[in-house]
DNA sequence: AACCGACTCAACCGCCTGCCT
DNA sequence: TAGGCAGGCGGTTGAGTCGGT
């Protein structure tokens, strides 16, 4: 059985909204609010419309200081860090970028922010992003926690910057020995050192992060496929819990694999730039350090 | 001027989560 | 505790627009 619909699909009205509709809208929110209820809002206001889509085109068109296209350097900076960062959270990357939604951000990720890391002006902007990408068993604390990038660009202050500046209000800091931890309610528990980010895991953040894609560049191409979204880093969470140390390390390394594999088939589909392997492996006090500039650079620089 | 492919982005779809009863 | 429901979210679609031929 499936689920049942919010409305009657044949009752209400679909597509582009009217002005005429949208000024209904907007005066009745701005005067009494949503009343916690958008599945009666249409009715309560006469206009043919599903809830969902009042709400939505509140959100993302009506409300009051929204901002539209005309994205700065800066804000593309946020974008694609936090990308690598958490994947394809929108909604998290959107509450950093005030006046931004998660659909605007979205659209421009994947019409324009991939292609501009694609282009010569993206190859410099990709120096500032160099990662790498390292995995952590156990700390001095005992807490399991994973290291999912490693800034190079380790002369600039503009990490630490962006961090800063990206947090909620409403995150605190600690101190932990040599770093610092930032909870975000928003995020999986991460802390900051400088040009490192940690997610600690836990169940509950490690159930919670397989609802989303995994923090990897997705696909640069501009194909309708992704690459690199589930595999590989997700199962570096879903095993990093376990404590057999050998199984975490082949489970994390097929991971690994899988999303080289998926990267360097969706290159040979969709381009005939060559295709190069870089990145150095090295395991050294308990840390594999897998060097990922041969997955994260090659789709990032044109040989133009 | 007409055609066509690429691109943009508003809107929709369906799944997941959390709240309420 | 279970089920129903609304909200929230990310992925996808498709109409409109643009630019090249």
Redesign the pocket.
Known sequence: M?????CD?NA??????SPEEDAVLKSYIEKHG?G??????PHRIGIK?????C???W???LRPNLK??GFTDEEDYIICSLYITI?????????QLPGR????I???W???LK?KLLSKQGKAFHQQLKVKFESQKITSTGQNQILMFHDENTKSPLNQTLYNEVVDPSITYFCMEDQVMIQNPNMETFSWEQNQVWFGIDDAAS??Y????SPSL?SMS?G?S?IG?NSSLQMSHSTINNTDHHDQEMLFMTGLENLQVELFDEIANTNTQEIGLRGTETLSNNCLDHDISYFIDYPLFSNE
């Not at 209400?12 to 909204?17: A, M, R, S, T």
């Not at 916690?36 to 809002?41: E, H, M, Q, V």
């Not at 397989?210 to 894609?213: A, D, G, L, T, Y």
């Open positions: 499936g689920r049942a619909p919010c699909k209400v009205k679909k597509g582009p909204w949503t916690n209820n958008w599945i009666s809002l419309r599903c809830g969902k889509s709400r939505l085109r959100l993302n068109y539209h296209g994947g394809s959270r929108w909604s998290i990357i959107a509450s939604t998660d659909n605007d979205k659209n421009y994947n019409t324009r292609k159930s919670s397989h609802h989303h894609s997705n501009s309708s992704s979204t």
